[in-house]
């Protein structure tokens, strides 16, 4: 049974391009969870979906970002007009039920 | 809104040697958990809490819920080379409601061991 998988492991945008960052939960999951990592942080929540919901995103910043778990496909991160300040690793974590969360690899965002 | 305090930031230890961290919160958890990250991956479980005052281990690693539910432990004994990482605790509250799941990570504990 694969992993939770992210795509791009890396990215690097130009301020005000924009960014989307993908997560494949693990095969069975239906509850997906995005955070953030500055360097030598810890994580921080951002978003809580379940399929086709968004259930929490009371961590995501009001502008520019959005996320998605459409009933096929991955959960998409977008990020419109990026910042240098959106510079981060963003976790993409996925559990059958609001239990034991398993994280993916990350996607290592830099903004120029 | 929640934080957790964990200490100490980091810590240099030789080989063999114990090693304990811990975790303290300005609020009640029901659940504390454990996680360990390797330089350039995502954190993976090592160990999870559901009741206070419950004492867990996984091999070297022992972790405590405390009683109050605003603190958490972890001891790693005799520490090998490959327990270099970094190491987080992190609090959810599982009240239901829209916070269900969400998880609040500690600032981290950065393990060297020296052979």
Known sequence: ?112 | GQQLNQSPQSMFIQEGEDVSMNCTSSSIFNTWLWYKQDPGEGPVLLIALYKAGELTSNGRLTAQFGITRKDSFLNISASIPSDVGIYFCAGRMDAGGTSYGKLTFGQGTILTVHP
């Open chain 1, 1 to 112: 049974n694969a992993g939770v998988m992210q795509n791009p492991r890396h990215l690097v945008r130009r301020r005000g391009q924009e960014a989307r960052l993908r997560c494949s939960p693990m095969k069975g999951h239906s509850h997906v969870y995005w955070y953030r990592q500055l360097p030598e942080e810890g994580l921080k929540f951002m978003v809580y979906l379940q399929k086709e919901n968004i259930i929490d995103e009371s961590g995501m910043p009001k502008e520019r970002f959005s996320a998605e778990f459409p009933k096929e496909g991955p959960s998409i991160l977008r990020i419109q007009q990026v910042v240098r300040g959106d510079s981060a690793a963003y976790f993409c974590a996925s559990s059958p039920s609001p239990d034991t969360q398993y994280f993916g690899p990350g996607t290592r965002l830099t903004v120029l």
